[in-house]
């Protein structure tokens, strides 16, 4: 039986068979920083100048926890509302001063929010959190951080 390849990516070179590994070497560029600014200036894959256009053009923001949420959230300049309903935002997003991170009651019966990473931080490195009652996150909750954002 011949081994399948991963799919091909731009993002990802020297793909191993599936089921070998799943470790992919990304490509990444000696002129790379730290800094967010220059780092998505230097990004000319397809999806990333779709991103970087769609940032330059919205006012604000709402997403899930995926890519785009997370490409937001890192570019900064934009006011964005996260939704968790599974997962807590401490695991997975920096925090950022222009966003709320509304959170339904799934992440706190679960006890996410009680996990040292998220209780020990500091202030300074806090998000800005929205607790709701309900497993779901209707459109109301999400107006009202959108009206303290713009």
Known sequence: MEARRAPSSPLCEDALPIGSSFRWRTKTSAKTSLDSAVFFAELDEPFARLFKA???????????????????????????????????????????????????????????????ATTSKPQSLRHRLCYLDSATIGAEPVLEAASQLV
């Open 54 to 116: 769609l940032a330059a053009r919205i006012d604000l923001f709402v997403g899930v926890p995926a890519g785009p949420l997370h490409f937001v959230l890192a570019r900064g300049g934009v006011p964005a509302i996260g939704l968790w309903v599974a997962h807590h935002p401490d695991w997975y997003d920096e925090p950022n001063p222009n966003a709320i991170q509304v959170v339904g009651r799934y992440v706190r019966d679960r006890g996410f929010d009680r996990r040292v």
